[in-house]
């Protein structure tokens, strides 16, 4: 959940607002290519939507390799604008123009009035997306904006074509600062994170700087991505609960969730082998399994009084000390000893969750005949992996799927909260 600077007070008077019948502003503005303000628009955004697919680098969270997004990126924006009758620079001179935006950004804020203020009512913006422009479409006064996250800028085809050497006893903190500097990054948001490297890394020229520094933060036991504010981010991987969709006239629910399980991804026993820091000869090696209480412990699926290991490997992992691996272990088991549930579900928007939060779904009564009955008092907590922003009102944020937000023309019904 990105931090908005808001006092507790604020926060949950901005909190109870997104629950409610309120104003939105969409502001969104163009970057050139040091990131610096050119353009900015906010009246004139037609339709658009952010769509944030973390399901493309799911190892993150310790679920199987994959990958379902064509760019890499966490999060891409397409947006419509009426074309600006001043301060066109960021547009092309003349058509097929090989320079055309390619050195641009576009950023964009989800605002919301707030009545509820400690300063008095005001907007709170939420920074929902800050990437380079990917294309650009025009068909008369309508532009069509396409961005992707800044991973782009530091995965193939753009390479990092220089060598790099980052030294033992690195804190990986500097490290990662380290490669995607070498790829002109400037934006950074690290804690005082203290782990250092074991081994001295080398990379190539044909290194993918993001895929490399990505690697250190994982076995670093971190999270490494993208904010809305276009700021590489650091954190430890989300463990509280940061909010609970429902139904009824306090939640947010407007649809029923669709529920989807796969227990062949499922594991139950993690065992981490660390790669011996350079000079070592001793391997680290920890295994992480659940309590024989827990319905999907190897005990607990016993068959014949056998107990079913379900095992991952992590091998290679580069890990200092055994408490390092052990937490590795026990966090990628917490991930992959829930059955994979695939939630989809329809809400109210609440832009400043972040890809990786922890959130719950509690589905309340429902008195319908059939399959639903399945969804009757239940409670499902997972990591949020995927799910669209729309810029424009009248619109829904959808979670478990990506949907663009086309323009809504006038007389369309609004959207309705789903109470029970």
Do not use: C
Not at 373 to 382: D, S, W
């Amino acid at each position: 959940m990105i931090n908005l600077g808001l006092s507790s007070a604020d926060q949950a008077a901005y909190e109870a607002t997104l629950k409610q019948s309120h104003r939105i502003r969409t502001t969104a503005r163009i970057h050139d290519r040091d990131e610096k303000v050119i353009h900015t628009f906010q009246g004139s955004i037609l339709s658009g939507s952010v769509q944030v697919d973390m399901s493309s680098t799911p190892s993150q969270l310790g679920f199987a390799e994959g990958t379902t997004s064509g760019t890499g990126a966490v999060r891409n924006l397409d947006m419509t604008i009426l074309l600006p009758r001043k301060d066109q620079a960021w547009l092309p001179d003349a058509p097929g123009s090989e320079s055309a935006f390619a050195d641009n950004f576009v950023s964009a804020e989800y605002g919301v009035f707030v009545e509820g203020l400690s300063a008095g009512p005001g907007w709170v913006d939420v920074p929902v997306f800050h990437g380079p422009i990917t294309g650009l479409q025009q068909d008369g006064d309508q532009v069509t904006i396409r961005a992707s996250g800044k991973e782009v800028l530091a995965l193939d085809p753009v390479l990092l074509w220089n060598t790099l050497t980052v030294r033992k006893g690195t804190k990986r903190t500097d490290a990662i600062r380290q490669v995607l500097a070498a790829m002109g990054e400037t934006k950074f948001d690290f804690p005082a994170f203290n782990s250092k490297m074991i081994n001295t890394w080398s990379l190539d020229r044909y290194a993918e700087a993001w895929k490399m520094a990505s690697s250190i933060a994982r076995f670093g036991n971190w999270q490494l991505f993208y904010d809305g504010r276009g700021r590489a981010r650091l954190r430890e991987y989300p463990q509280n609960r940061t909010w609970l969709f429902k139904s009824g006239d306090d939640g947010t629910l407007l649809s029923k969730p669709r529920l989807a399980y796969d227990l062949a991804s499922t594991r139950n026993v993690v065992e981490v082998v660390g790669s011996p820091p350079t000079g070592n000869a001793k391997q680290i090696r920890t295994e992480s399994r659940p309590s024989t209480s827990h319905p999907l412990s190897p005990w607990s699926l016993r068959r014949n009084g056998v107990r079913r290991n379900m095992v991952h490997r992590e091998t290679g992992a580069q890990v200092n000390n055994s408490r390092e691996a052990q937490d590795l272990g026990d966090r990628l088991l917490n991930q992959m000893i829930t059955a994979q549930v695939q939630v989809e579900f329809d809400t109210l928007v609440i832009p400043h969750l972040e890809e990786g939060d922890r959130v719950a779904v509690m589905v309340g009564e429902t008195y319908a005949s059939g399959p639903q009955r399945v969804l009757e008092g239940q409670h499902i907590e997972f990591s949020l992996l995927r799910f669209t922003i729309p810029l424009v009102a009248g619109e829904s944020m959808s979670v478990g799927l990506n949907r663009r937000v086309s323009w809504r023309r006038r007389g369309q019904a609004p959207i309705y909260r789903w109470t029970r």
